[in-house]
């Protein structure tokens, strides 16, 4: 009888330490999302979409860029592009497996085949990219290449960020 109590109350202790990690680890991606979210307010100065992206290393920020398109008119220069080269120039290697990569918007085929190629291993993003993202345009593509993928942290922020873009362009 006493066994059974002493399973239940560990059993519970197990399930609140999970909820405490489990949110706590939501937590982190939030604030470093918000990190982001921040360079990607960046690109509004030279009219660009804004999209942000930050490179992490044992959960500290190596590198920060945003979309910098229309700032230099070049269709390559994209936030995670800039991150990637921002961080390979900061270590000193183009090996990025430790790190992990955060953008505020879905990537597109191009920055996925870049992050790919960087052997990033996760990929953490907040609002899906409805148009050019990785996802609508492959099947399994970060599957294929065992890459760890979260999404929807800070969605809201970031569509926020993106529609009010794109209204002041109509206006
Ligand atoms: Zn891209």
Same mark, same amino acid.
């Given at each position: 009888?006493?066994? /059974?109590?002493? $399973?239940?109350?560990?059993? @519970?202790?197990?399930?609140?330490?999970?909820?405490?990690?489990?949110?706590?680890?939501?937590?982190?991606?939030?604030?470093?999302?918000?990190?982001?979210?921040?360079?990607?307010?960046?690109?509004?100065?030279? *009219? $660009?979409?804004? +999209?942000?992206?930050?490179?992490?290393?044992?959960?500290?920020? +190596?590198?920060?860029?945003? *979309?910098?398109?229309?700032?230099?008119?070049? %269709?390559? &220069?994209? @936030?995670?592009?800039? +991150?990637?080269?921002? @961080?390979?120039?900061?270590?000193?290697?183009?090996?990025?497996?430790?790190?992990?990569?955060?953008?505020?918007?879905?990537?597109?085929?191009?920055?996925?085949?870049? /992050? /790919?190629? @960087? &052997?990033?291993?996760?990929? +953490?993003? %907040?609002?899906?990219?409805?148009?050019?993202?990785?996802?609508?345009?492959?099947? *399994?593509?970060?599957?294929?290449?065992?890459? *760890?993928?979260?999404?929807? /942290?800070?969605?809201?922020?970031?569509?926020?960020?993106?529609? $009010?873009?794109?209204?002041?362009? &109509?206006?």
């Amino acid at each position: 009888m006493f066994e /059974i109590g002493q $399973d239940w109350k560990i059993a @519970a202790l197990k399930t609140s330490l999970c909820a405490c990690f489990y949110n706590g680890g939501e937590k982190m991606k939030e604030k470093y999302m918000m990190i982001a979210l921040k360079e990607a307010k960046k690109s509004l100065k030279y *009219n $660009d979409v804004p +999209v942000g992206a930050i490179i992490l290393k044992n959960n500290k920020v +190596v590198a920060k860029s945003y *979309n910098k398109k229309e700032k230099y008119q070049s %269709a390559t &220069r994209h @936030a995670e592009i800039d +991150v990637i080269e921002k @961080a390979s120039k900061k270590l000193n290697t183009w090996h990025l497996d430790d790190c992990t990569i955060y953008i505020t918007m879905e990537p597109c085929l191009m920055c996925t085949g870049a /992050i /790919i190629q @960087a &052997r990033i291993k996760k990929i +953490v993003y %907040a609002t899906d990219n409805n148009k050019y993202g990785f996802s609508k345009q492959t099947n *399994n593509l970060l599957e294929k290449n065992n890459i *760890n993928i979260t999404k929807n /942290i800070l969605k809201e922020e970031s569509i926020k960020l993106l529609q $009010d873009f794109f209204k002041n362009k &109509r206006q």
